[in-house]
């Protein structure tokens, strides 16, 4: 074994651990018998093929909480390591409680299994490594010995190694037993062999996991009721206009009379005509004989297959657009049944997950249909009510799609028609989900996987819905709050909501001081000496300033942000920096201010050779730092956001400091908002170089216009003898104004090739020649990924502002090179604005009703 008492070498072994797949581990507690235990000591085993102990590690960790903490973060905390257990409940006591991640427990695989399965006595440990694994001459002296006495004995270190040992055995030998088609290889992971799969799950349930993954273990385990139905929706529709859907298809292909109504030619033909003549002729044969039925067999039925046929009505007339369409292509003979393909509609396919296992999903969609106008099948989903979340809907029907894909080795478009209160119809091309959802499947169906190994009373359940409004109209609210405990979500934060007042900034001052003291004695907690600098005590954080002693790495304090994290208290960890003279520390403030934007622009119009700049956001020091256009390192910009970063406030800001001090003779804004939401309210203001742009085309047209214009101001500045458009204005009598060109939410136009490619090549062209010409790109995005912002992009927009991003690869696109730090902000405006080499932490100015200066 390799008993370790040095803190370094301890946290030298504990990084090395952090490349391990699987960990079986043990601990051993002091005075566990008093009001106040100790955690001893940590066993860990990485070799499950080691029968003695001697490649097992023993931390002595005793009365030394930094290693302890360093130990939660490296290893407990970290999903991609599995962490065994016999008693996980007891050791996740002391080693980060609910904070862990990714844990098996013994115990409760051997409770699942049950005792009269295993014939074993009991189910504790020593007794399963002898009855289960024929392990002999076990020691159980030493259990009760005293482990917060040093020196240990050698026995008392033998007992902890083996301890490992014996739960390496036992977790292989229950898992064989739980489930025979999995083998343990070398390294501890398991493998599924070809006898089996993953059990098999609906694609109803993929949907659900998507909006709930707590509604979604419920499901699976209970079959409790699982649908989130908004409020006032009707109950009870969905079974007989489902079946009557399906039986107006199946009348449409045999019945002569609905072929008949298209015999005459395509151009002859008229949609309003056609779909009367059909909703006539399903309502005679069909809907008359089925609605007389049900009410003899029950009266109040009437009412709701009324609503039925009102969502028939819509869908009918969906259909009938379609045949019109597919006419010009087909005969009237041939025309029903070449659009409504007739084939079973139960799927199943088995995917390939990310672990090498296979997942078996199983589906029946709701139709399948052909247009020959653009050569595409589609899927079809039929909904009476309007999904709250069409973001799962989107996953249901992107699942069947790949399915049949798979089936039919063609592209196949999706699509969702929801029927009531009014016809609402949400399509999907392949080409949109080929490179979205289909690619997402695939680690959701792991990860389903992974939320149904979890019991009660194991530590990181299923996560709750990150959409708080689900729970309102949860069907199982009574019972996921038993099962799970009560959700608690973050109030929405006054800072953020546009339109409403707020009253000045709390008074309350963060005592910078304390909090400095407190960070040095935790530093030193951990080993690491400092000396206190001052602090400063910005609108979003305090920075602490510290000088490491002589021989104190700052590589070292870099360490420490998670630990610190935890010590602290803190709800983000804090971004921990080297600066010249000091290393700054920044601790989330506890009563966090808004920058006002009123307190830092005043509305003035500035002259016309005046420079342009915008506003990024206010310094620790409290003042604002605004970017000027017409440098090189700053005349366009990339900014990445991820949902709750303050990105388009930030974006608003941004746009009122331009109109705030530049007329809209000397300045024209040109406004992207695919999502339609960043900008409402500057729709109609006198700065517009054109109408606010919402869909692909005219941004595509409006990139291409902007080219236009550059090229025909470099035309004009020849003709006048200049080099750029302030030397132009200053000479010329008519000057040009300046353009921002101000594009929000980029990804939503990258996912056809087609439009990313001309997008691309504007924004290159622009990149490079248009800041000489008064044009300056700032192109947004919440999803800076590396298929979204391609080198083309990253190349040609010098300014770079980060709010919080998803990840530390996001982070790296923004930032450029091995910059992560954005990841960590806090969110709500908090930024870094990076220029050249220099990266500034700022907070964004905020505005809480927009009021467009006066012309």
């Not at 009348?251 to 909703?279: D, G």
């Not at 049900?294 to 009505?313: M, R, S």
């Amino acid at each position: 074994m390799h008993y370790l008492t040095e803190p370094a070498t301890i946290q030298e072994v504990i990084s090395q651990l952090t490349t391990t797949k699987i960990l079986w581990l043990d601990t051993e507690i002091a005075n566990w018998y008093t009001s106040q235990p100790k955690l001893s000591l940590i066993q860990v085993l990485a070799d499950p093929t080691d029968s003695t102990g001697s490649s097992a590690y023993i931390f002595d960790v005793l009365n030394n909480h930094g290693l302890v903490a360093n130990f939660i973060n490296q290893i407990m905390i970290n999903p991609q390591i599995e962490k065994v257990f016999h008693n996980a409940v007891f050791d996740l006591k002391y080693l980060g409680s609910h904070l862990a991640k990714n844990v098996t427990c013994t115990l409760q695989l051997a409770r699942k299994i049950t005792r009269q399965k295993l014939q074993t006595s009991n189910l504790k440990l020593k007794t399963l490594a002898v009855e289960l694994c024929h392990f002999s001459n076990i020691n159980i002296a030493e259990q009760s010995s005293d482990w917060g006495k040093r020196p240990l004995s050698q026995k008392q270190l033998e007992y902890a190694a083996m301890d490992t040992v014996y739960l390496a055995a036992v977790h292989h030998q229950l898992i064989k037993i739980y489930n025979p088609n999995i083998v343990m290889v070398n390294n501890g992971s398991q493998h599924l062999t070809n006898k089996s799969q993953n059990s098999a799950l609906s694609v109803t349930k993929v949907r659900l996991a998507f909006e709930c993954p707590r509604l979604f273990y419920l499901n699976h385990q209970f079959g409790d009721k699982a649908i989130f139905l908004p409020q006032d929706t009707a109950i009870g529709i969905g079974n007989p206009f489902h079946q009557l859907a399906d039986k107006f298809v199946k009348l449409a292909i045999i019945e002569p009379q609905f072929s008949n109504l298209f015999k005459p030619p395509a151009s002859q033909l008229n949609l309003e005509e056609i779909t009367t003549a059909l909703q006539q002729l399903f309502y005679q044969l069909e809907f008359f004989p089925y609605l007389q039925k049900a009410i003899q067999k029950d009266g109040e039925q009437g009412q709701t297959l009324l609503q039925v046929w009102n969502g028939l009505q819509g869908l009918i007339k969906r259909f009938a657009e379609l045949l019109l369409t597919n006419r010009h292509h087909c005969n009237a003979e041939t025309l029903i049944s070449n659009t409504f393909l007739s084939q079973e509609r139960n799927i199943e396919y088995n995917f390939p997950l990310p672990d090498t296992t296979q997942q078996l999903v199983r589906g029946e969609f709701d139709c399948l249909v052909f247009n020959f106008e653009i050569n595409r099948l589609c899927v079809v989903e039929f909904k009476t009510y309007q999904p709250v979340d069409p973001s799962a809907q989107l996953a249901q029907v992107a699942l069947y799609s790949y399915m049949l894909h798979q089936q039919k080795k063609v592209p196949v478009d999706s699509a969702v028609y929801c029927v009531l209160p009014e016809f609402k119809e949400y399509r999907y091309s392949w080409e949109q989900l080929e490179n979205t959802v289909h690619q997402l499947i695939p680690h959701k169906l792991l990860q389903m996987q992974q939320w149904l190994t979890w019991e009660s009373p194991l530590p990181n359940p299923p996560p709750s819905t990150t959409q708080p409004h689900l729970c309102k109209i949860c069907p199982q609210q009574q019972k996921c709050q038993t099962f799970f405990g009560v959700v608690e979500f973050d109030p929405p934060q006054p800072p953020f909501k546009r339109g409403e007042e707020y009253t000045e900034d709390s008074q309350e001052t963060a005592n910078a001081d304390e909090i400095g003291a407190e960070l040095i004695n935790t530093l030193q907690s951990f080993g690491v000496g400092v000396d206190y600098q001052g602090a400063a005590v910005g609108p979003a954080f305090i920075r602490v300033k510290l000088k490491p002693h002589l021989g104190v790495k700052v590589n070292a304090l870099l360490k420490l942000s998670d630990d610190l994290q935890v010590q602290l208290g803190l709800a983000n960890a804090p971004l921990i920096a080297p600066q010249a003279g000091y290393v700054s520390i920044d601790l989330p403030r506890p009563d966090r201010q808004i920058a006002h934007f009123e307190k830092y622009i005043q509305s003035k119009f500035l002259p016309a050779t005046a420079p342009v700049k915008i506003a990024i956001g206010v310094n620790i020091e409290g003042e604002l730092l605004e970017a000027d256009l017409s440098d090189p390192n700053s005349c366009h910009f990339l900014v990445g956001g991820t949902t709750g970063s303050g990105k388009s406030e930030f974006l608003r800001s941004l746009l009122l400091s331009l109109l705030y001090r530049y007329a809209p003779q000397n300045l024209k804004i040109a406004l992207v908002d695919p999502k339609r939401v960043t900008f409402p309210e500057f729709e109609r203001m006198a700065w517009l170089y054109s109408p606010v742009v919402k869909d692909s085309d005219r941004a595509i047209a409006l990139m291409e216009e902007l080219v236009t214009e550059m090229e025909s101001r470099y035309q004009q500045f020849e003709k006048a003898g200049c080099a750029d458009l302030t030397t132009y204005n200053q000479r010329s009598s008519q000057p040009l104004p300046r353009i921002v060109c101000i594009f929000d939410e980029y990804a939503d136009f990258m996912a056809e090739k087609e439009i990313r490619n001309v997008l691309e090549q504007s924004i290159k062209r622009l990149g490079a020649m248009a800041r000489a010409a008064g044009i300056h790109l700032i192109i947004a995005t919440q999803r800076p990924e590396a298929k979204v912002v391609t080198p083309i992009i990253r190349a040609n927009l010098p300014g770079r502002v980060a709010l919080r991003t998803a990840s530390e690869a996001d982070s790296k696109i923004v930032l450029g090179g091995t910059e992560t730090s954005s990841a960590y902000l806090l969110g709500k405006g908090d930024l870094l604005y990076q220029v050249g080499s220099q990266l500034h932490r700022l907070q964004s100015l905020f505005t809480t009703k927009v009021q467009l200066p006066s012309v």
